[in-house]
């Protein structure tokens, strides 16, 4: 049974109504027995494709989810993105390079990063993912690898949720997509 922490008003924390047992090997166990996992498909531009293999792709996409014979979502969800490697990156190759052109061109490209970091930008990083729920472990296995031979054959790659792809879809769906930074509390 689930210890139910409360704090000094009586309110309860999340973990107490969310029927969330654990997380791990890319699935989440409910307290009802079912696994919920799924696969998370690596984006494609289509637009950058001629028409007719545009049309093919979503022929194929039409013809993957008609054999889906059981019930899934299709979730997509935003990540927040840590550019400062790449900046950090960025910076190296302007101190070693002597070139004034070139130096000119990678500070272009560090003050286009340090604006996508100012409070106007969101850097996010789209992903999609198909998700379904499951209480025998053997169908499970069987719905990922026919949910990933699917997509393959539409062209795209995916790949079986991991246990950080599973947080950030429930802390998008419990925050409303909303991100929640504490700063350190004084006394």
């Known amino acids: 049974m689930k210890e139910t922490t409360q704090v000094n008003n009586g309110a309860r924390f999340t ?9 791990m ?14 696969v998370k498909v690596h984006p494609k531009n289509i637009f950058i494709m001629d028409q007719q293999a545009q049309d093919g792709m979503v022929y194929n996409l039409r013809n993957f989810y008609n054999t889906i014979d059981y019930e899934f979502w299709l979730i997509i969800a935003d990540r927040p993105v840590d550019i400062n490697l790449y900046l950090a990156e960025l910076q190296r190759m302007y ?8 130096r000119k061109l990678i500070l272009q490209d560090i003050n286009k990063a340090n604006q996508f970091m ?4 969101n850097v996010v990083d789209t992903e999609y993912y198909l998700i379904f729920q499951e209480k025998k472990l053997e169908v499970l296995q069987k719905k990922l690898h ?9 062209g795209l790659q995916s790949t079986q ?26 006394y």
Do not use: H, K
Not at 15 to 23: C, G, H, K, S, T
Not at 146 to 154: F, H, K, R
């Open 15 to 23: 973990d107490a109504w969310l029927p969330v047992r654990q997380i």
């Open 25 to 38: 090997n890319g699935m989440i166990q409910l307290d009802s027995g079912y696994y919920v996992t799924g």
């Open 95 to 102: 101190n070693n390079t002597t070139s004034n052109e070139i």
């Open 118 to 121: 100012s409070i106007e930008y």
């Open 146 to 154: 026919n949910m990933i031979s699917g997509l393959a054959s539409c």
């Open 161 to 186: 949720t991991s246990n950080s792809d599973l947080r950030v879809i429930l802390d998008n769906l419990l925050n409303g997509g909303e991100t929640i930074n504490f700063g350190t509390v004084m």
